[in-house]
């Protein structure tokens, strides 16, 4: 595999002689998690993103497609797979912000064919957080419109009282995007990018990439090595549609510590998707993103990520009243879909974060080992308190 050589970005005030050393050592560290693992799942590309107080670090590494040769850099696109929940749970609590919707709200408002049925009854809030009741993973694969769609939640019976089971799924946030969009009136693809990617100053995220960029459009490949791209189920915008690079998704972790400059109503949006508003056994559940209490250990990074603990119900205690966003805390995301595998993670107390873009499936287990390697060595480097 070639391995393109890696560039780290800095912030304009810090002088290259200061910073190389701290460069050159982040690198070694990077190198030393990131390659073992892209040469055992035999892994294109990849691209990794960090923040480690005002410092910004790029690396690059092999190719966006076996095809072309083409290396990856920080303007590759990569699919973000459920990551993409984040960016609509986003678009949620800013439509909350601007007064379009309450996430207290039941879906019946906003849908008025729900009146009378159990989905109708749901909170929005429960739509984000994985605890209407009891959704499958995925939309049934007969469902092929939005007509169907809304049929099948007239018909849905819910196995679970709402809020005490965690049931990881698409459909809910799927359809907690589709409501906020209608709240605001506008296409769920149109608003994102007005609304929530260009506010943020995410210049190259999408649900449909520009024809123009097309070109940075990584090549996925599944855990056998196929290519793949993402498919258009229903609902697929709002639950696994994004596309990003790693030097966007580090400006939106910098957003989600409150390191940049935002509309304020915007910044509220982002710092209230960090709400805590459910308690698992293993995490703790806000409006898509999870955290754990820092300093956090591996084993329990692993537990609360694990397949085995997404794709059973977990019960759940509802946090009453919810709790405000913590910054002592480990905030993460995993996403994937066939052809890509991703990995978000930041400690606001610590301005420290971490993004791993791949264009290959593979295993979560690894992206928690090379985040959790990567932070807790500038975390044991770092010889000053973060704000």
Same mark, same amino acid.
């Given at each position: 595999?070639?391995?393109?050589?890696?560039?780290?970005?800095?912030?304009?005030?810090?002088?290259?002689?200061?910073?190389?050393?701290?460069?050159?050592?982040?690198?070694?560290?990077?190198?030393?998690?990131?390659?073992?693992?892209? @040469?055992?799942?035999?892994? /294109?590309?990849?691209?990794?993103?960090?923040?480690?107080?005002?410092?910004?670090?790029?690396?690059?590494? =092999?190719?966006?497609?076996? @095809?072309?040769?083409?290396?990856?850099?920080?303007?590759?696109?990569?699919?973000?797979?459920?990551?993409?929940?984040?960016?609509?749970?986003?678009?949620?609590?800013?439509?909350?912000?601007?007064?379009? *919707?309450?996430?207290?709200?039941?879906?019946? %408002?906003?849908?008025?064919?729900?009146?009378?049925?159990?989905?109708? %009854?749901?909170? *929005?809030?429960?739509?984000?957080?994985?605890? /209407?009741?009891?959704?499958?993973?995925?939309?049934?694969?007969?469902?092929?419109? @939005?007509?169907?769609?809304?049929?099948?939640?007239?018909?849905?019976?819910?196995?679970?009282?709402?809020?005490?089971?965690?049931?990881?799924?698409?459909?809910?946030?799927?359809?907690?995007?589709?409501?906020?969009?209608?709240?605001?009136?506008?296409?769920?693809?149109?608003?994102?990018?007005?609304?929530?990617?260009?506010?943020?100053?995410?210049?190259?995220?999408?649900?449909?990439? /520009? &024809?123009?960029?097309?070109?940075?459009?990584?090549? =996925?490949?599944?855990?056998?090595?196929? /290519?793949?791209?993402?498919? %258009?189920?229903?609902?697929?915008?709002?639950?696994?549609?994004?596309?990003?690079?790693?030097?966007?998704?580090?400006?939106?972790?910098? &957003?989600?510590?409150?390191?940049?400059?935002?509309?304020?109503?915007?910044?509220?949006?982002?710092?209230?998707?960090?709400?805590?508003?459910?308690?698992?056994?293993?995490?703790?559940?806000?409006?898509?993103?999870?955290?754990?209490?820092?300093?956090?250990?591996?084993?329990? *990074?692993?537990?609360?990520?694990?397949?085995?603990?997404?794709?059973?119900? @977990?019960?759940?205690?509802?946090?009453?009243?919810?709790?405000?966003?913590?910054?002592?805390?480990?905030?993460?995301?995993?996403?994937?879909?066939?052809?890509? =595998? &991703?990995?978000?993670?930041?400690?606001?107390?610590?301005?420290?974060?971490?993004?791993?873009?791949?264009?290959?499936?593979?295993?979560?287990?690894?992206?928690?080992?090379?985040?959790?390697?990567?932070?807790?060595?500038?975390?044991?480097?770092?010889?000053?308190?973060?704000?």
């Amino acid at each position: 595999m070639t391995f393109v050589t890696a560039t780290a970005a800095l912030f304009s005030h810090i002088t290259p002689a200061a910073a190389a050393p701290s460069e050159a050592s982040v690198k070694n560290r990077v190198d030393a998690s990131v390659m073992p693992v892209m @040469q055992h799942h035999h892994i /294109p590309g990849m691209a990794v993103g960090i923040i480690d107080g005002e410092r910004r670090y790029f690396f690059d590494y =092999g190719v966006a497609s076996k @095809q072309t040769q083409q290396p990856v850099t920080a303007a590759t696109l990569f699919e973000l797979g459920s990551i993409s929940k984040t960016f609509t749970a986003t678009l949620a609590t800013y439509a909350q912000a601007l007064g379009h *919707l309450k996430l207290t709200d039941t879906t019946e %408002k906003y849908l008025p064919q729900m009146q009378g049925t159990p989905f109708g %009854k749901v909170a *929005l809030v429960h739509l984000g957080t994985h605890t /209407p009741g009891g959704f499958p993973l995925q939309v049934p694969e007969e469902i092929k419109t @939005q007509t169907q769609l809304m049929s099948y939640m007239q018909e849905w019976k819910p196995p679970y009282k709402q809020g005490t089971q965690r049931t990881y799924s698409n459909p809910g946030i799927g359809m907690l995007g589709l409501i906020a969009a209608k709240a605001m009136q506008q296409d769920f693809t149109t608003v994102m990018q007005n609304a929530i990617y260009a506010p943020l100053g995410l210049h190259d995220t999408y649900i449909d990439i /520009p &024809a123009g960029k097309m070109r940075n459009y990584a090549q =996925g490949y599944t855990k056998q090595d196929a /290519p793949a791209r993402v498919s %258009k189920a229903v609902l697929w915008a709002q639950a696994y549609g994004a596309k990003s690079t790693s030097r966007d998704m580090l400006r939106f972790v910098q &957003a989600n510590m409150n390191m940049v400059a935002l509309d304020s109503r915007l910044q509220k949006a982002v710092t209230d998707t960090h709400i805590a508003y459910a308690q698992t056994a293993a995490m703790t559940q806000d409006l898509i993103w999870e955290h754990y209490p820092y300093p956090v250990t591996l084993q329990a *990074l692993l537990k609360g990520n694990s397949a085995a603990f997404a794709l059973q119900p @977990q019960p759940v205690t509802p946090v009453v009243p919810p709790a405000a966003p913590r910054d002592d805390v480990w905030i993460n995301k995993t996403g994937s879909t066939n052809g890509f =595998g &991703a990995y978000v993670a930041f400690i606001p107390a610590r301005k420290q974060g971490i993004v791993l873009l791949a264009n290959k499936n593979y295993p979560i287990e690894d992206r928690i080992k090379i985040a959790y390697e990567i932070l807790s060595e500038l975390d044991a480097r770092t010889d000053k308190k973060r704000p």
